[in-house]
């Protein structure tokens, strides 16, 4: 896109719209992307098999006395932490695949750095809400079965969106009904008995938790990594992919920010402030990045104007690369990024800074004064392209004067020649940069582009006379900025809507089951009469009618007239159905609202009370043995591999956060292990 600079004057060269269900892209398709994600599944499930094993071996280290048994566990220990090292290479290789999601068709362009997709294990619904719909409801869960298979279905299509905006729309419409399910099921005095397992992005330690707060946060987390592939996937040779690319990148960066906003305390690490504040900065400069290629597409004119222009912009590109690359290396996120970002981000700094003294030198050795110039306007220029003027000269002089144009440029020059050079460098540092022959045919290009114009320039008689480059000031016309898509509030239809508005059939409420009341007109009068939206309620009673008589109650709920549900009626569609009534009357239903403080809801549904599932039970590893009280039990402060929540080490024991014991003494192998450090748990970085 920036090979040439082109002469001054030469011309430039089917979704149904209410529906809550869609289906995903075929898992088993052997497409690059969904290969990906398979195999990042299955590192996630070695590195939780891994993890157990060490949880096992520290409890055993901290039980025995045995200093034989010790020296084995110690031995065990040392081929877990080998392995788990193994497993996380190469999770950070996944990590670093960024040609997959590049698109193929005649790119010319340095790759951009997309997110991968959280990974999750499957969550049946099934026994917690039939019961919960039975308990609370006083409904036959049984005839909820379709809604919760859709429920299920709708799920587990998420863990393979299309790579499109039907994927985002997908992923936005599951968010949407996650919050109508945590008001219709999600009882703050009743746990489900539900565990959402989600794996972190960068390390693949598994997080479990039973509130919808970690489920939310990770669809969100998936919706800003998707928007990030739609980008990478866009042509950028093309006005229109580079805007597609433009505004998938700002969404991402939005949504991003959103997540960092509105879930502050989420357990895994990849979803951290720090690192979902590094995660918008690297989504904003690719955004610049973008821009700068929107720029160039119709070729750079070598024109004085033109080139100080495109270097400032150039510059801008570098300087929020360098901003990206500063947070990368800051501890703990040095630690779980991979080296492949950083050194990317390291890269791309190096060659659009050498891009803007490229440029600058351009500018000055190939133009000169001629009388038809307006002095003022390039001198305006040039006296905002530096902090100060090269050897306090003032612009008009360096305009002027044919030799300091050609030393400043000459300058500039050297600069643009280091930086490339540097950028080849530390390319050759990180091998998942090697394999990516167009970022090294780009910078090969531009640094022998450079190597000739320093080469038509060169005099032995001038190698002496050698000055410092100054600095160039970022500029740019369009300032990249984040864009929260609408796409995450969308509108969906309720999956479970026949329990009735939401408003008022909701967690929170407590009801008593549906009774049975016989109504009989007497004089052509209800002896009651209706108010307010669906449902309705009954008030005015008459305290001698037929149906007071019959138990009906002040403010009881109507919901359902003879075999009529009428939960989502209002008082005119009730009425209709009433005004038929005869003299031997009709069956209505009502409900009313109890007390939750007198009567509380049980602490466990039948299906909770069964225990944990077979797939959490290596958790007890890291616990004592005293199971008197399983569920006020907390865990005792010391080192363990697992630990309670992030803010402190005493919370709900369904997180499984990262372990903390260090043996890296025993290990026997001078490579560190896996970095699962207590700083994890650090509530500093919250």
Not at 146 to 171: F, H, Q, W
Not at 267 to 276: E, G, Q, R, T
Not at 509 to 522: D, G, H, N, S
Request: aromatic share 8%; net charge neutral.
């Amino acid at each position: 896109m920036t090979e040439a600079i082109i002469p001054n004057g030469c011309p430039s060269g089917e979704v149904a719209e209410n529906d809550y269900f869609k289906k995903g892209c075929n898992p088993l398709a052997q497409t690059g992307r969904s290969k990906l994600q398979n195999q990042r599944a299955s590192l996630n499930q070695q590195i939780i098999k891994q993890m157990r094993m060490r949880a096992g071996a520290e409890n055993l280290l901290k039980a025995t006395s045995n200093n034989k048994v010790r020296d084995m566990v110690l031995l065990e220990l040392s081929y877990v932490n080998a392995n788990l090292q193994r497993l996380m290479e190469q999770l950070e290789g996944l990590n670093s695949s960024v040609e997959v999601y590049q698109n193929v068709q005649g790119s010319v362009s340095i790759p951009l750095i997309p997110l991968g997709l959280k990974e999750t294990k499957d969550v049946d619904f099934t026994g917690p809400f039939k019961d919960f719909i039975l308990e609370h409801y006083s409904e036959d869960g049984a005839s909820f079965q379709d809604e919760i298979d859709d429920l299920m279905d709708l799920r587990k299509a998420c863990r393979t969106p299309s790579r499109n905006d039907a994927g985002v729309e997908l992923l936005s419409s599951y968010f949407s009904q996650l919050s109508l399910l945590e008001s219709r099921f999600f009882s703050p005095n009743r746990q489900m008995g539900i565990f959402f397992t989600w794996y972190d992005s960068f390390t693949g330690v598994p997080v479990c938790q039973q509130n919808m707060s970690l489920e939310k946060a990770s669809i969100l987390f998936n919706i800003g990594a998707l928007y990030t592939q739609i980008g990478t996937r866009s042509d950028r040779q093309t006005r229109t992919g580079l805007e597609e690319a433009i505004t998938a990148f700002q969404r991402s960066s939005g949504v991003l920010n959103h997540l960092k906003e509105t879930f502050t305390h989420t357990p895994s690490y990849d979803m951290s402030p720090a690192m979902l504040s590094m995660l918008i900065k690297m989504m904003l400069a690719q955004v610049q990045e973008c821009l700068f290629e929107k720029l160039a597409l119709p070729g750079i004119r070598n024109e004085f104007f033109n080139l100080i222009r495109m270097a400032q912009e150039a510059a801008k590109v570098g300087e929020v690369y360098d901003q990206v690359h500063q947070s990368m290396i800051q501890m703990p996120i040095k630690d779980n990024v991979p080296f492949f970002w950083s050194t990317m981000a390291q890269v791309k700094t190096q060659h659009y800074r050498s891009l803007a003294h490229y440029f600058i030198s351009t500018a000055l050795l190939d133009h000169q004064i001629n009388p038809s110039d307006d002095e003022d306007k390039q001198e305006k220029a040039l006296s905002q392209l530096y902090d100060a003027m090269p050897d306090g000269h003032s612009p008009l002089d360096i305009l002027r004067q044919k030799d300091e144009r050609r030393r400043i440029g000459k300058a500039h020059l050297k600069r643009a020649l280091i930086g490339q050079e540097e950028a080849l460098r530390i390319q050759g540092l990180c091998r998942h940069l090697r394999k990516l022959d167009m970022l090294n045919d780009i910078l090969q290009a531009s640094h022998k582009r450079s190597l000739s114009k320093f080469e038509q320039y060169d005099n032995e008689d001038e190698f002496t006379d050698y000055m410092d480059a100054p600095d160039i000031i970022s500029k740019t016309e369009q300032k990249a900025e984040m864009e929260v898509p609408a796409s995450i509030k969308v509108k969906v239809k309720d999956i479970f809507h026949r329990l009735g508005p939401l408003s008022v059939f909701s967690a929170k409420q407590r009801w008593t089951a549906p009774r049975t009341v016989r109504l009989k007109v007497e004089d052509r009068d209800l002896g009651f009469t209706l108010k307010g939206d669906a449902p309705v309620q009954i008030q005015s009673l008459d305290p001698l009618c037929y149906a007071a008589a019959d138990g009906l109650k002040e403010g009881d709920y109507l919901v359902a007239v003879g075999d009529t549900d009428c939960k989502w009626m209002g008082v005119s569609d009730v009425m209709k159905l009433l005004k038929d009534v005869d003299e031997e009357g009709i069956d209505i239903k009502v409900v009313s609202v109890m007390d939750s403080s007198s009567q509380p809801m049980p602490a466990k549904s039948a299906t909770y009370s069964g225990g944990l599932p077979k797939t959490y039970s290596m958790i007890c590893l890291a616990f004592d043995n005293d199971d008197k009280n399983p569920k006020g039990r907390k865990v005792t402060k010391k080192t363990s591999f697992l630990s309670w929540g992030l803010k402190n080490k005493h919370k709900s024991a369904s997180t499984l956060s990262l372990p903390t014991a260090d043996y890296s003494g025993a290990l026997p192998i001078h490579k560190p292990c896996p970095t699962f450090p207590s700083s994890y748990n650090d509530s500093a970085l919250y």
